[in-house]
């Protein structure tokens, strides 16, 4: 079982040929408007990718909260932790521009009132995934992913959006995933000298003692444990089983938005289904690559039958070996 403690939001998108400077308006598409919300993305990728997810977060009582959780309930989303409050729900304004790249302001909205409470009577048990990100407080979701540690849980944080957390405060999280941006920038607050990606994951798994794992974009993902070092070229070894990089498909992206919540929430997919790390990262980058063919970020979270076909169909590369985690 997934629990996701996270956001859930409506992405309103536009599409523009370039993104406006500092005081240019420019012409956009018409506009859409998208059920999202980083919490929301990563239980529905995680859901079609054949998990059984339940969702804790908070809408609104307005018009855009059924539009926030059109996806979910069909989806085969548990939405009984979901709240309604007395506050918006939460926003997301989206421009994406001709290369399918995207910029994005939040308003958080009722986001910013979920509390751990709000998982009432939840238990955890061993083996089961607790999927957190930063869309709202973390400070509540820390409470949570303590609940889940104790009770054998693995608990996965989702780095975004970024936030300069200290070893501390992401103590609870035993997975880390982030972009390569959000890397460098976590890098820099905890003083390490921001390097390559693969530098930066193990710089990073040796400071916060979990597993790293940077997500490259067209570039697949790579990860590291604690132990990890550097190997020739860049690639990771690691004494409790080499976790390498791993590619992602050969697409032409249509719109980026949601990848990476696409990835973390079929890598939780799959960790719950008992493969291993290095498995479930490929069947993650792929599951991020088919998402960027489609626009908007909920309605392109390929199914389960899609991932493997085309997996199948780029030769199935997913790494053999490597503990499970």
Do not use: C, W
């Not at 059924?66 to 709240?83: F, I, K, M, Q, R």
């Not at 993902?221 to 550097?230: D, Q, S, V």
């Amino acid at each position: 079982m997934i629990t996701v403690f996270g956001s859930i939001n409506v992405d309103l998108v536009t599409r523009v040929d370039a993104h406006p400077r500092p005081g240019e308006t420019i012409a956009g598409s018409d506009y859409r408007l998208i059920p999202g919300g980083k919490g929301a993305n990563q239980a529905l990728a995680a859901a079609r990718a054949g998990a059984s997810v339940r969702l804790i977060g908070a809408v609104g009582t307005d018009a855009f909260a059924a539009v926030a959780l059109s996806e979910l309930g069909p989806g085969g989303v548990d939405l009984a932790g979901v709240a309604r409050r007395e506050t918006p729900t939460g926003l997301a304004l989206i421009v994406v521009d001709a290369t399918g790249e995207n910029t994005i302001v939040v308003a958080a909205g009722a986001n910013r009132s979920v509390v751990a409470a709000d998982a009432g009577a939840v238990t955890f048990g061993k083996g089961d995934t607790l999927l957190l990100q930063l869309e709202v407080p973390y400070a509540e979701g820390s409470k949570l992913a303590l609940r889940a540690r104790a009770a054998g849980s693995r608990v996965i944080l989702s780095v975004a959006p970024f936030r300069p957390l200290s070893v501390e405060a992401a103590a609870p999280a035993s997975i880390l995933i982030m972009n390569e941006h959000e890397a460098a920038g976590l890098a820099g607050h905890v003083g390490l000298t921001a390097g390559s990606a693969a530098e930066n994951a193990v710089g990073l798994a040796k400071i916060f003692g979990s597993t790293v794992i940077v997500t490259l974009g067209a570039e697949g993902a790579i990860a590291a444990e604690g132990g990890a070092t550097l190997g020739t070229e860049g690639v990771i070894a690691a004494e409790a089983g080499a976790v390498r990089r791993v590619p992602a498909l050969a697409v032409t992206p249509v719109d980026t938005t949601g990848a990476g919540d696409t990835f973390a929430g079929v890598l939780a997919a799959r960790l719950d289904a008992g493969v291993t790390l290095g498995e479930a990262m490929a069947y993650a980058a792929a599951a991020g690559s088919l998402s960027t063919t489609r626009e908007g970020a909920q309605p392109s979270f390929p199914m389960r039958a899609e991932i493997d076909a085309a997996l199948a169909a780029a030769g199935d590369r997913r790494p053999t070996g490597g503990r499970r985690a």
